[in-house]
Nanobody
Framework: VQLQASGGGLVHPGGSLRLSCAAS????????IGWFRQAPGKEREGVSCTSFRGGPDDNTAIADSVQGRFTVSIDKDKNTMYLQMNNLKPEDTAVYYC??????????????????WGKGTLVTVSS
């Protein structure tokens, strides 16, 4: 199982970026998968976590700090998960990671049980 996050960069406040998480060794949509970030000097925090119950019962939870600005999508043909980030703020500056597990559902603490982590991609929001 491998994950590779990409798409980070420098963006002005109010700008947008789309991060990609390319997966191999498993099919995106079979197991819980999430986005996480770690800002300099801060603990890692969960950005999103998607549980797969099958069909319309699939669910993506989004952190309150990014609700309404960030959205998650999955392209099963490309076996890739995306994080669309709009109206970026300086406090969104962090290294962003994607992670997955062999469970289908996210735990209440999203990073609990996440066994496989990709290398992160740096997002810097600055004027």
């Amino acid at each position: 199982v491998q994950l590779q996050a990409s798409g980070g960069g420098l963006v002005h406040p109010g700008g947008s970026l789309r991060l990609s998480c390319a997966a191999s060794g498993f099919e995106v949509g079979d197991y819980a998968i999430g986005w996480f970030r770690q800002a300099p000097g801060k603990e890692r925090e969960g950005v999103s976590c998607t549980s797969f119950r099958g069909g319309p019962d699939d669910n993506t939870a989004i952190a309150d700090s990014v609700q309404g600005r960030f959205t998650v999508s999955i392209d099963k043909d490309k076996n890739t998960m995306y994080l669309q980030m709009n109206n970026l703020k300086p406090e969104d500056t962090a290294v962003y990671y994607c992670a997955t597990t062999f469970d289908r559902l996210c735990y209440s603490q999203w990073d609990y049980g996440m066994e496989f982590w990709g290398k992160g991609t740096l997002v810097t929001v600055s004027s």
